[in-house]
């Protein structure tokens, strides 16, 4: 049996915040790895899939009929074995919530990896409540 060692190092999503205005806060999401090969750590792979979801066990043990997930479109071409990837999403997630994401690579079989190491994001709720401007004394 032949093993495919595919190791993915899905480094900390940055969160940053970029610009407030009202009640909205965007982030810039964006997720770190290294390619791998079409074959182990050899070659370029095909495709990637990403995808996120806010319950890991259903993201790990129910990949392909993955529900509640989302799919992750328009992921970058997989470059060369080794080579650093990214993918920015932007201000899709929501506040307060913690998601969990993984990825898998197919060759142009396709031959699909085993799911990547899960990547736990908590994007915290940093909207305040509103300033309160009517603050009176009644005699
Ligand atoms: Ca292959």
Not at 34 to 53: C, E, F, V, W
Not at 72 to 84: E, L, Q
Not at 102 to 117: H, L, R
Request: charged share 15%; aromatic share 12%; glycine share 6%.
């Amino acid at each position: 049996m032949k093993h495919l060692i595919v190791s993915f190092i899905l480094l900390v999503s940055l969160f940053c915040v970029k610009k407030v205005v009202a009640q909205k806060v965007w982030y810039e999401n964006t997720i770190l790895w290294t390619a791998p090969g079409d074959d182990g750590d050899k070659g370029i792979a095909s495709q990637y899939d990403m995808r996120y979801s806010t319950d890991s066990l259903t993201l790990i043990n129910n990949w392909n009929a993955c529900t509640p997930c989302v799919l992750i479109p328009n992921m970058p071409v997989p470059d060369s074995a080794g080579a650093p990837q990214s993918f920015f999403f932007g201000d899709s997630l929501m506040t307060g919530t913690t998601y969990y994401f993984a990825i898998k690579t197919a060759d142009e079989v396709p031959n699909w990896s085993g799911i990547s190491n899960i990547l736990v994001i908590y994007v915290p709720d940093i909207i305040t409540p509103a300033v309160i401007f009517d603050l009176r004394w009644i005699q």
